[in-house]
């Protein structure tokens, strides 16, 4: 079984970039693919991006592309996103989720608590 | 993009009761590639059924997906207190994976 602990709430201004962190457990980083998904009252769920370790390939929705940015450490097996150039209605809990690397399945088994991320002036 | 419409919107019942969740798309979903989430308050969601029909590790057999091409159904077959909740549809046959609207079990 895999666990995922995401980091804490963040308040932004607008502009600004926010880092939110997945911390994996159960399997190692590059056992995994790794996806970042985003729910908010007014879109409902939107994925982001996914990587996957198997082909060291990152793809990207076509509303991010450019303004996010995936690393990941594995000697901590972490995963970041960073969003940048954030707007109002980048207000969102933002998750990260997990799926096996190689299945190169764009679904999401195992999910972490979410990360609230509210961006106010 | 594929669009899922899910209905209906809430779904009022008790427990005990059957309930039937369905979910439309757009266009027909590769290889039945069709996931269905199960989400409370407060909580992330919990990843239910996968290749429309396949239940995934610890989801009660009370938990049925059915469905092909377009049109994919949720099934329910006795509702738990634990079951009142939001369910979401997911495909993840094309790119860029995409979500329902979600469908409210609630309390009648």
């Known amino acids: 079984q895999v666990q995922v602990v995401q980091s804490g709430a963040e308040v932004k201004k607008p502009g600004a970039s926010v880092k939110v962190s997945c911390k994996v457990s159960g399997y190692t980083l590059n056992e995994l693919s790794i996806h970042w998904v985003r729910q908010s009252p007014g879109k409902g769920l939107e994925w982001i991006l996914t990587?996957?370790?198997?082909?060291?390939?990152?793809i990207y929705a076509q509303n991010f592309q450019g303004r996010v940015t995936r690393t990941d450490d594995t000697s901590t097996d972490t995963a970041y996103m960073e969003l940048s150039g954030l707007r109002s209605d980048d207000s969102a809990i933002y998750y990260c989720?997990?799926?096996?690397?190689?299945?190169?399945?764009?679904?999401?088994?195992?999910w972490g608590q979410g990360t609230r991320v509210t961006v106010s002036s | 993009e594929i669009v899922l419409t899910q209905s209906p919107g809430t779904l009022s019942l008790s427990p005990g009761e059957r309930a039937t969740l369905s979910c439309k798309a757009s266009?027909?979903?590769?290889?039945?590639?069709l996931a269905w989430y199960q989400q409370k308050p407060g909580q992330a969601p919990r990843f239910l059924i996968f290749?429309?029909?396949y239940r995934t590790t610890g989801i009660p057999d009370r938990f049925s997906g059915s469905g092909s091409g377009t049109d994919f159904t949720l099934t329910i077959s006795r509702l738990e207190p634990e079951d009142f909740a939001v369910y979401y549809c997911q495909q993840y046959g094309d790119s860029p994976p995409t979500f329902g609207g979600g469908t409210k079990v609630e309390f009648k």
């Open positions: 290749h429309a029909s």
């Open positions: 266009q027909s979903v590769n290889s039945n590639y």
């Open positions: 989720a997990t799926g096996y690397s190689g299945d190169y399945y764009l679904r999401f088994d195992f």
């Open positions: 990587f996957d370790p198997a082909d060291d390939e990152t």
